[in-house]
């Protein structure tokens, strides 16, 4: 491996949230931005050819060294480190909602899941999954909620961009059939 | 948490069961024998009513409102979420619908607008947040499934207490004087004494009348008694608080000044060769003033109100 990757490397597993590409960067004032591209190429290629139990994960705008999934029922069972729990149901529709229509009032989320959502949000936001975005210009100035990185890397995703696009899901909106 | 094995109440319609309505402990360990579905877990009355649609495999289009209405509401009472606002709420709507469903219209009425749209567009618009709720918990699925490594605690390391250098012989010397002091339990027997303060006041306030400054050793001769000393010392905190003198200590532990608290005139006047005059100015209730202001308060009446009357 070459010096750059090795560093990359280190920087990376002492880390244990992604690093951001500026950060990376900033390790080695000297290097190009296409010298880091090719350091993390060369760095995953290496976990993924080499046997490696640990794989490199672009995340959250950021690079992740991470365990591979198939020896996380081992670690588990071994209480070595433990999944964090699942979202339920009713998290995860008000995250989408969120992911989707942000800036959102909480006014908005309600009124789509037809229940309230204070106590979710509040939730939400103590995990840092979303966060306070802005003011509606709306009567009363509502809080705006959008998405955080945290909710990326929770949801393994680069960018928001990497969510299908609302006219890929199955159930297109369209105008109700007549009777 | 209610876990029902009958299939008649199984969701058949999705084919991949979403882990928080069939809990993945549940279904390996009863993998093959039936369907355990958590009823419980509606998010919401959209999620019940979509769920109903699905299963009865109904158009979202064409919902035939009096029999959806009927099974909702033998659904919530069901799973009790008949006190649950929201379910009530979604009740209430349906039956409005069905009722509006009733009402006479004429074949080909192009200005008749289906009771049914609002609900419609808020199903599908539900439809698609479950969609997305789909695709979010498969991408969470994959970085549960992984580990980070933990960011590094910053080491604090405490300092090392000194090890301890001690001698049997020093431990057997502790031990000792320690068993020496605790040997003679010393007893003190309190005799009560009784303080004359009064009696100080009385002397202070007529030596005050003679001069106006005095010194702590006017009023206690040397070699007192610790009851006369006391004595003067309350007392003369007490003249302090009737405003009868003032004392002053110039420079930290020197000697206290005990001045005469200034008089108008006539006062002094009056005063002379009469030395408990004061008292009658401001009586020596033992606790004054403590709890006067705040049982006053309510009655007071501020004098601008009869100001204002009179204007």
Redesign the interface.
Request: glycine share 2%; hydrophobic share 30%.
């Given at each position: 491996m070459t010096p750059l990757a090795q560093l990359l490397e280190a920087a990376l597993f002492a880390s244990g949230a992604p690093v951001l590409l500026d950060a990376l960067a900033a390790l080695d004032p000297d290097v190009t931005a296409e010298q880091l591209e090719e350091a993390l190429r060369e760095l995953r290629h290496r976990y993924d050819e080499g046997g490696h139990g640990v794989e490199l994960v672009e995340v959250a705008g950021g690079w992740q060294i991470l365990t591979r999934a198939e020896y996380t029922a081992a670690i588990e069972r071994a209480q070595l480190a433990s999944r964090p729990h699942r979202l339920s149901a009713a998290a995860l529709e008000t995250l989408a909602l969120i992911a989707y229509r942000q800036p959102i009032t909480r006014a908005d989320i309600e009124e789509i899941r037809g229940v309230s959502a204070g106590s979710i949000l509040r939730s939400l936001l103590e995990r840092g999954l979303v966060d306070v975005v802005g003011k509606a210009d709306a009567l009363g100035r509502p809080l705006l909620y959008g998405t955080t990185p945290t909710f990326l890397e929770h949801f393994s995703l680069r960018h928001l961009g990497e969510l299908p696009r609302a006219d890929e899901l199955a159930v297109a909106l369209r105008s109700p059939a007549t009777p | 948490m209610i876990v029902l094995a009958d299939p008649g109440d199984v969701r058949t319609s999705r084919g991949d069961n979403?882990?928080?309505?069939a809990p993945a402990d549940t279904t390996d360990s009863l993998n093959g024998a039936s369907f355990v579905v958590e009823l419980t877990?509606f998010?919401?009355?959209?999620?019940l009513l979509l769920t109903l649609l699905h299963e009865e495999q109904i158009d979202i289009?064409?919902i035939p409102i009096a029999r959806i209405a009927e099974q909702f509401l033998a659904r919530i009472q069901s799973l009790r979420l008949d006190d649950a606002a929201?379910y009530l709420?979604?009740a209430a709507r349906l039956l409005r619908i069905k009722a509006q469903m009733l009402l006479p219209r004429h074949d080909g009425d192009e200005s008749w607008d289906?009771p049914?749209?609002e609900l419609?567009?808020?199903l599908?618009?539900?439809?698609?947040?479950?969609?997305?709720?789909d695709?979010?918990?498969a991408?969470?699925e994959?970085?549960?499934?992984?580990?980070?490594?933990?960011?590094?605690s910053v080491p604090v390391r405490p300092l090392a207490p000194a090890r301890l250098s001690v001698a049997l012989v020093d431990l057997l010397a502790a031990v000792d004087r320690v068993l020496r002091m605790a040997s003679g339990p010393s007893v003190h027997a309190v005799v009560p004494r009784a303080l004359d303060v009064a009696g100080a006041v009385e002397a202070a306030r007529a030596l005050l009348a003679q001069r106006d400054r005095l010194r702590w050793k006017d009023l206690v001769p040397t070699g007192a008694e610790p009851w006369h000393v006391l004595s003067v010392l309350l007392a003369l905190l007490e003249l302090a608080r009737l405003g009868e003198c003032l004392l002053r200590q110039p420079i930290p532990f020197g000697p206290v000044e005990i001045n005469a608290a200034e008089r108008p005139s006539w006062m002094a006047a009056t005063m002379i060769g009469d030395a408990p005059a004061p008292t009658d100015e401001r009586p020596t209730v033992p606790t004054p003033d403590m709890e006067t202001p705040t049982v006053l308060m309510p009655h007071f009446d501020p004098p601008h109100d009869t100001a204002g009357a009179a204007a």
């Open positions: - | 979403p882990p928080w309505r877990h998010s919401g009355p959209l999620d289009y064409d929201e709420e979604m289906d049914r749209a419609v567009r808020r599908l618009e539900y439809q698609q947040v479950r969609e997305v709720v695709v979010l918990d991408r969470a994959l970085r549960r499934s992984r580990f980070a490594h933990p960011p590094p």
